[in-house]
C-alpha cells in the first residue's frame, strides 16, 4: 500500500528569535537594540507575520497528508522520502538552502512577507497552500525545472546548489589554482583571486547578478530555466606566476569549468550555506558545471 504524500514545513529562526537566543529575555533585547537607535517592535512583528504564516500553511495541507517540519539548519541531517512535497515557507533563499537535497521533489515557495521578499522562489501566499499542494501531486502537476549548478571533484565528491557554486579559500584569503575548460588554454590558467562563481539563470537574481553588473559584462544572463551557466573569477591577480585572461565565460550543457588547487586549502558551497562545503587541497581538481538534476518548483 503506498503512503499519503507528505508534506515537509521548510522553515528558517526568525530574527527574534535568534534575538532571545542570544539575550534570553524579550526585555533585554529590546534594551539591546535600543542602545544601538533601533526598536524590536519591527523585528517582533515580522516574527509574528512569520509564525502565522507557519500556521495557515500547516493548517491548508490536505487533511489525508502526512506531514512535518523541517528548520534550515537542520536541512542536511533530514531525511527526504520519495512521498514528501517541499513547502517553503519565508524567504527566496530558503527554497535555494533546500534545493540541493530534494532529489527532483516538487517544491511550493510560500512568502511570509510580501513585499519584503522578492518573490523569485516564493512566489505564492500561505492561502494557496492546498491548491498548491494538489497541484504538486497530480499527474503533469505545473511545475518549472530551474537549472541547477553542480561541482563533482576529482575524488566523487559531489555539491548541488540552485542560485550558485563559489570555489574560494576559508575566510577572506586568497587561493591559488589552475583553471580551465571547454575553449579555454589546454592546459589553464594558474591564478590567484578571492574565488570563482558559477553561477544559474536563478542566481541571475542574486549575486551572479551583482557581479554582471560589476563587471558591465556583455554576457547573455540566463533565465532561470535555460541550459546556462555563467562565471566569473573575483579579484584576479597579476603577477609572474599568475594571469588574468581566463576570467568570466558561460557554460551550456556539456561544457564544464575545471579547476586544480595549487594551495593548501579550498572550500567548494553552494547557495551562500559555507557550513555544508566540499574541501580541497593541494593538487585536486573539481569540475563545475550543469546539473542532470533541476528544481521542480510548484507554479
Known sequence: ??????AVLVHRTTEYEELLA???THGQAAFFLSSRGRSIEEVAARHHRHQ????????????????????RADLDRFLFGPEDVVVAVGQDGLVANAAKYLAGRPV??????????????????PRDTAA?????????GRTEALTMVEAVADDTERLLALNEICLAPPGHGTVRYRIGGTGAVPDGEP??????????????????????????SALR??????PRLLWFVREAWPSPATGTSLTAGELGRAESLALTVESDRMVVFGDGMESDALELT???????????TSLHLVV
Open 132 to 140: 498548491l499542494c494538489r497541484a504538486a501531486t497530480a499527474p503533469g
Open 191 to 216: 591564478q590567484a583571486s578571492s574565488g570563482v562563481l558559477v553561477g544559474s539563470g536563478t542566481g541571475a537574481t542574486g549575486w551572479l547578478r551583482s557581479l554582471w553588473l560589476e563587471r558591465g
Open 221 to 226: 544572463l540566463p533565465a532561470p530555466s535555460d
Open 282 to 292: 593541494w593538487g585536486q581538481s573539481v569540475r563545475v558545471g550543469i546539473s542532470d
Open 52 to 71: 502565522r504564516a507557519l500556521t495557515e500553511v500547516a493548517a491548508a495541507v490536505p487533511l489525508q497528508w502526512r506531514r512535518t517540519r523541517v528548520e
Open 22 to 24: 542570544r539575550h534570553g
Open 108 to 125: 511550493v515557495g510560500i512568502d511570509t512577507d510580501p513585499g519584503r521578499n522578492p518573490g523569485v522562489l516564493v512566489r505564492h501566499r
Open 1 to 6: 500500500m503506498s503512503l499519503a504524500p507528505r
